[in-house]
């Protein structure tokens, strides 16, 4: 167990637990605490987050096509879903599902709702492992998952119908800085073990640590990170004293700039290996596929620019 | 077979085989040619070339810490040599070894010797298959080998005692080529599949396609592409002409140019894809693997820049 | 005279004459030519193009709003126009106006018309010299000029009503392979420079030359030139053979890349140079700044992007 | 006054003076307060710092050639200096003067000393203004000094023979702070100008503002203008905290990061901008020539790349 450099698993602090546990603690009921936070939070059992779809751009949370229908008191959930991370673990028994109550509601925003639906409900089926690059990370990992006329009683909603939207934005923003602080600690040790080779290794006469080549990139990933890091203080500071909304513009900028500044050091350290740093011996090549992830995962680069861009010109306008 | 992007294996066209044909071809003796040579053109078998060492920076072919003793009509090999691409595969029966006959010989360049090793000599051991960013390839893919005493015929040797370097220098310039017009398809490739893809992706009311942001980043790809293109075409051209060593800063060129065209082609189509990017689904992960790979390969992106700026810079001195 | 890095002025082959001789060549009539064209093949007056205007974003053509008017034998021109190249210069005496003689024409691109206006004609107003990054190239240089109630004949008007759009790309394909051929020498020099200049300096014990960053600098400088070179050689080659509009991607494509490559190869020339680069003893801040205006210059990277993306998104559907 | 961005005037709060005040109040004896820091506090005077010397890289202090020669009681000092910011500002009082009074010292960082030269003393010229791209900055900006036979008096030296580059060092960490927090300013402002604009400009139907390729660049100057602040932020506050030469990585990351942030910042502006970014009508072609400056003064971003590398590869070393 944990070995995914980014997920540490001791005190069950890793995606997607930690994102959920919050949910749970915000949105849930006594029962549903009881049932699912607590055993969470004691490590007895694992869970996962079902809401990005194959067949359309999740990014634009308005593409979701996965259905929860009112059946008595029932719901009944159809939808593909793929990227749950954690849902092929066997300890994990419990999906955070998101989909469609009310499709035809003209508020865009409140069309969806989210769902507590346990991972051995009649009609949940894993169809594969997905692989992140060549990682499939078993026996954890990512996977896709198929429901088919899956029936929960109606109290395992949450929140109330058409708050699925609302929820999801509340449980991303930290989300996103548990991300971005696993990142940064990936980043340390990544420089910390090209540091150590590159004062091994010799090429034409001379270490490649005293090549002005190797020293520049070192520069640039030492203040790479350290700018990183006071960015994602920063955030987690203005969420604690004015709130996540307040912090939304913090939060999209962390969440771009620190798997960039992650993907920029793990490459240069992987060119530093040689081919040592394309296998695994070093960990490198997998920090790397993990990095690069992380560039779409909860949102692509793209999204987050667009939503900081608008916001700085709502700065000026206001001027 | 042919499922790697980067090595078409119809008419045995992939890496390492062209390039150890065109040794066989150019060094090698009647008896070798008939042994090797043919059953290699015919496909029938496959072969390796040994010469990447995990202990050394072996970016810098003196620091060669392999060693092939004469003893009597045989000589004896002994060394452990990673990144041997094709070794694991069944159909490999024969190796190009890369070792010191004479490291204490005042001509650094004349220490080295390459050595006809057929896989099935007794002391050569497979001791593991190395992934690249988690695809290990099998059945083909690169391995690790450990050769202890391994004894051949005398006559294996090829052209000479300390003509390793210059064996190896020849076969280098070729095989760059063949990578580079590889590398030149799989991107061309990679361009169609996210035109296709943004296409059909539609966020915040309208495809993705139709974004600034995706037309810029397709028209850098296509920039990108159409210059590697043209500057490997031209190295083909000055090779044929006026031969390889002419073309040797051309050949540094693309060996440095085509592999990062090929890394930002790719990561742009990764992030184009979204989630599916880095999965398996459409190939992007293992094409992004393979094309960062080739920046260490042959020698990496450092080598080859130090090789070509001395180049330039003797073109002033000249002036 | 010929001060200018990108403006040789030998044989009149410097921007804008080569486009407006290209143009009276095409599209005047025997009179037009053996007026304007005639002296300006000779090299004893100059030419201005004026198209651009302060008060809208002329890189879309449909923006104009300088007009021409009708009125009886004569057209009434109105209009601010800036950054035409050679006004300020006193040899010029001929300006290539493009405005709108028809604004509410349905079809937008047939609203615009191109007429020939003498620059002694009266209601003709040099209004100031517009510097590049501080360098106003007096004698020559750019400037802004008005245009009140202008009165020409009605026979200046070149190739008839609704055709200056036309008239404008037919003129601006040659002129962007014309302007690139200038920037790979420039680029070509700029190395040069550099090579010669990191030779002679000396930091902490050693010539800047051997620091292995200088040599990746010069090294991707040589990759980068070389590359645009060819882009730029087949872009002209399409033309020669296939024609102007069978090249529109060629002409845009080399639009982006020769300026952005000319822009790093001068950054990296000045780093290089210390505080020589950016003073006026070796050119290079004044390459930069010619480079730099390059990128806006007929037309911004921003919009040849969006067309070359356009264009290979047409390929894959028609595929 | 105040025309130039970087070195606003009001308070005298401009470079050199800030940095030059701060060596006399540190090393100055009580006369030497009386006679040049009280004034230059006031305002009335302005001060110049002469060490750059065209013949040598200077970023390597040893280099220096200049030379401060005891003759009984005076110093006679010779040398050729440029980039003197200030020299040609017609209230440039005093120069402080960096030179070797003995250049056969073993130790090479005692060979140095610093020297209190009036600018009417006889001997010293001023060559001529050196312009940074095309602007001269008259009437303040840079010059070209040269010292002939310049008659000091003895009590002129500042702390001592051989104490210059200690003096220099002491100078030049809380200059680059200085240096460092104009430039922030610049950047937000620079950003302020960008959103404005691309708010008022209209292409093919749509404000510039709207499209996603203006969104992320305004997102990525965002981002990098906020890490930068902060890092300069930590560092001011390490050196508040424990001292400047604790503060030495920092101070040298900063000295990289915020001229560089502030290069990509204005040049995305410049772009946005059109060609009116490349004119003097909103500053940005200078604040450009301003902020490339700034990689050069005070050390190229090389050197300071190097030292940081250093320092980063010695912390492994005593792990």
Request: one cysteine or more; a neutral charge.
């Amino acid at each position: 167990m944990g070995r995914s450099p980014l997920a540490p698993e001791a005190f069950n602090c890793s995606a997607p637990d930690t994102g959920n546990m919050e949910v749970l603690e915000r949105y849930g009921t006594e029962a549903q605490k009881q049932e699912w936070l607590q055993p969470l939070l004691e490590g007895r059992i694992r869970s996962c987050f079902a809401m990005t779809e194959p067949a359309v751009a999740s990014s634009d949370a308005t593409n979701i096509s996965s259905t929860i229908r009112r059946d008595g008191d029932h719901y009944v959930i159809n939808g593909r879903i793929w990227w749950t991370t954690g849902a092929p673990d066997r300890r994990c028994k419990i999906i955070l599902f998101m989909g469609k109550t009310d499709p035809g509601h003209p508020d865009r925003h409140r069309q969806q709702s989210m769902i507590l639906v346990p991972m051995d409900t009649s009609g949940v089926t894993l169809l594969r492992r997905l692989p992140v690059f060549g990682y499939d990370d078993a026996p954890n990992g990512t996977g896709e998952l198929l429901f088919e006329d899956v029936r929960v009683p109606a109290t395992n909603l949450l929140l109330g119908e058409g708050r699925g939207f609302e929820i999801a934005q509340g449980r991303l923003g930290p989300g996103r800085v548990h991300h971005c602080m696993r990142a940064i600690g990936q980043a340390e040790r990544t420089l910390e073990k090209t540091c150590a080779r590159v004062k091994t290794r010799v090429t034409f006469g001379k270490p490649i640590a005293e090549q002005t080549v190797t020293l520049e990139r070192i520069a640039e990933a030492r203040i790479l990170i350290d700018q990183a890091r006071l960015l994602v203080l920063k955030t987690a500071s203005v969420m604690d004293v004015a709130g996540n909304r307040t912090a939304r513009a913090e939060i999209a900028m962390i969440k771009v700039a620190v798997p960039n500044m992650l993907c920029r050091v793990v490459d240069m350290a992987i060119q530093a290996h040689g081919a040592a740093g394309v296998s695994d011996d070093f960990g490198l090549a997998k920090a790397y596929a993990e990095a690069r992830a992380l560039r779409i995962v909860d949102g692509p680069d793209e999204v987050h620019r667009n939503q900081i861009g608008r916001l700085e010109l709502e700065k000026t306008s206001s001027a």
